[in-house]
Each structure stands twice: as structure tokens, then as C-alpha cells.
């Protein structure tokens, strides 16, 4: 179910599993209706953006690094690197950019509706190679 009809959403409820899905939808209602950008700098190739966060009238306020060569966007609170979860603040500076997709940064592999469908394991009771590529990578 769309809540805001923005193309991100709709991308992620195409791509993402349920679970993860409605995860994102809550951030992205966030981003939408209690964040705001504050201040905006230019630096080297990247923009440096002051995100207030005033969910839960707390009014953070964040520092996003957002990348345009490859949308992708850092927040100083570090959450999508511990926790795999992109919160409002990116969404809030990636909302911005009229982005009809979310960058593939986003879209881990566990997060989408294909994993449910792969193989773990094949025929003859070995890991399948993607299995194993995927495991490599974690490792």
C-alpha cells in the first residue's frame, strides 16, 4: 500500500519483501512529514546537508553526505552501517532528488522479494554458488 505516491516508494514496494518494505515506508513517512533540510554545502563532488530530524519532536539534527555521481547518501548517525536500515534523514536528502529508483547501495540481496525464491542449497546437498558468493561476502 503506496502512502505518499512518490516513484521511491513504489520501487521499493516492487523490490523489497513486506517486512523490509513496510520498514522503509515508515522512514520515508518520516522523511516526508518531520524532517527538513536546514543547510546545504557544496564540497569537492559531494553535498554536505543539515537534516533536523523532529520525529517524536526531538529535533536532531544530522549531517548526510549525499554522493549525485551514484545517489547514495551518508548519515553521521551511522545506522544504515550498523544496522542495514536506511533512516529518514537519507530518505529526506534522496526524496529531494526526484529519484524514480533507489540506488542499488540500498537493495541488499537478503532484502528482496527473489531471495525467498533462490536455492540455498543444490541438488546434490552442497551450497549453491550464489550461496557461497554471498557468504564470501559477508566473511
Excluded at 544530522?62 to 547514495?72: A, D, E, K
Excluded at 550498523?82 to 540506488?103: F, N, T
Aim: charged share 25%; aromatic share 10%; hydrophobic share 40%.
Amino acid at each position: 500500500m503506496v502512502k505518499i505516491s512518490k516513484d521511491l516508494e513504489r520501487h521499493a514496494g516492487d523490490i523489497y519483501t513486506y517486512a523490509i518494505f513496510y520498514k522503509f515506508q515508515d522512514e520515508f513517512w518520516n522523511a516526508c512529514v518531520n524532517c527538513e533540510v536546514e543547510d546545504i554545502q557544496v564540497i569537492d563532488e559531494s553535498v554536505v546537508i543539515a537534516v533536523v530530524d523532529n520525529t517524536r519532536n526531538m529535533a536532531k539534527k544530522r549531517q548526510v553526505i549525499y554522493n549525485p555521481s551514484n545517489h547514495v547518501a551518508h548519515c553521521s548517525c551511522k545506522m544504515f552501517e550498523c544496522e542495514a536500515i536506511s533512516y529518514c534523514q537519507i530518505w529526506c536528502v534522496l526524496k529531494g532528488e526526484s529519484l524514480c529508483e533507489l540506488s542499488t547501495y540500498y537493495i541488499l540481496n537478503q532484502w528482496i522479494k527473489m531471495s525467498a525464491s533462490k536455492p540455498i542449497l543444490d541438488v546434490d546437498d552442497t551450497l549453491s554458488r550464489d550461496t557461497l558468493k554471498w557468504s564470501m561476502k559477508i566473511s
